[in-house]
C-alpha cells in the first residue's frame, strides 16, 4: 500500500532504524574498521543491497545509505577524494532501491566531520559545505528523510541541522554522548538536545558510544524535557556506570582498551537489548535502533 508521512507514523507507532552497518560488515570479512571509508559500497554492492534487506526482514522501517564518513574531509586524509561522488551515489542509490522495493523509509545520512573546531568561523564554512552537498545529493535522490549522526559538537550538530532544514528534509539528529554527559564543546546532552529543538529538528536523541544500561539514565532526562519525538540508538555493547562508553571498556585481565577489537565479550544478548527497549518506551522513546554491535 502506499506509504505514510514518517513523522505521521513516528509520532503514532513509533519507527525502527537499523544500523551498525560497519561492525556487521566487519564480521563478514567485507570492511576494516581501522579504514572507515566504506569503499565495499563500490566493491560489494550486492552485499550491501543484501544487508539492507537483512535489516528490513528483521524490523526495520528505515533503510539509511551506508555513506558514514563520506565526506570531503576524511577521504582527502585518506587520499581518496576520487572517489567522493562514486561512494555516496552509489550507497544511495542502493538504500533508495530497497527502500522502494521493501515500502520503508529511505535516509540521507551525515556524520561527523572529523574538521570541526568550535572556535573557528572559517572552518565552520568548510563543515557547512561538506555537509550541504551531502544533504542535497540525498533530497535530489528523493530521500523521505536526512539523519544526522556520530555528532559530538553542538556547534557541528547545529550546522548540520541547519542545511537539513534549508532543504526543507524531516530532520532526525543524534548526539553521541561522552563519559561526562557533555559535548565535545562543553554543554550538557540535555541543554544541547533542547536547542536542537528550539532550531527546528524533528527528532532529537542519543546515538552511539553508550551501552544500553548508560543510556537510559540520559534519555529519561530528554524524555522528560523535550517535545519533540526522541531517539535511542545504544551501542549493542554492556557499557557501566564505571566503563559508560565503549571506548572506555578494558579486557579483564590486561586491563587494555577493548575498543576497537576486543569488544566482543561485552556483545549484549537479546535479551539485555529486549529489556532495554521495553524501558526506553516506557519513558517515550519513539525513534528505536542500534549502533556498533547491532
Known amino acids: 500500500g502506499e506509504k505514510k508521512p514518517f513523522l505521521e507514523v513516528l509520532k503514532r507507532e513509533g519507527i525502527i532504524c537499523a544500523e551498525g552497518y560497519s561492525y556487521e560488515l566487519e564480521r563478514r570479512g567485507y570492511f576494516d574498521s581501522g579504514n572507515v571509508i566504506p569503499v565495499c559500497v563500490l566493491e560489494h554492492p550486492n552485499v550491501i543491497e543484501g544487508l539492507h534487506r537483512d535489516f528490513v526482514h528483521a524490523g526495520s522501517d528505515v533503510v539509511p545509505a551506508f555513506n558514514f564518513y563520506v565526506h570531503r574531509e576524511k577521504l582527502a586524509a585518506a587520499q581518496q577524494d576520487q572517489l567522493l561522488e562514486k561512494i555516496n551515489f552509489e550507497a544511495i542509490k542502493i538504500a533508495r532501491k530497497v527502500a522502494q522495493d521493501t515500502n520503508t523509509y529511505f535516509a540521507g545520512v551525515i556524520t561527523t566531520s572529523n574538521a570541526y573546531v568550535p572556535e ?39 550546522i548540520a541541522l541547519g542545511e537539513i532544514k534549508k532543504n526543507e528534509m524531516i530532520a532526525v539528529v543524534t548526539l553521541s554522548p561522552n563519559v561526562d554527559d557533555l559535548t565535545w564543546d562543553g554543554v550538557k ?94 519513558l517515550g522513546v519513539k525513534y528505536f535502533g542500534l549502533s556498533s554491535g547491532a
Open 120 to 158: 573557528n568561523q572559517e572552518n565552520h564554512e568548510l563543515v557547512r559545505n561538506m555537509f550541504e552537498e551531502q544533504v542535497t545529493w540525498a533530497k535530489e535522490s528523493g530521500a523521505d528523510l536526512i539523519i544526522a549522526e556520530g555528532l559530538s559538537n553542538i556547534g557541528e550538530a547545529l
Open 189 to 282: 546532552i540535555l541543554d544541547a538536545c533542547l536547542t536542537l529543538e528550539r532550531a527546528g529538528a524533528d527528532v532529537v536523541g542519543l546515538n552511539g558510544n553508550r551501552g544500553p544500561q548508560t543510556m537510559l539514565p540520559l534519555l529519561k532526562q530528554l524524555t522528560q524535557s523535550l517535545k519533540v519525538p526522541v531517539a535511542a540508538l545504544p551501542v549493542a555493547f554492556c557499557t557501566t556506570d564505571q566503563q559508560p562508553t565503549i571506548t572506555t571498556l578494558k579486557e579483564n585481565k590486561k586491563q587494555e582498551r577493548a575498543f576497537p577489537a576486543g569488544l566482543d565479550p561485552f556483545t549484549c544478548t537479546r535479551t539485555q537489548i529486549a529489556e532495554f527497549t521495553i524501558e526506553a518506551k516506557k
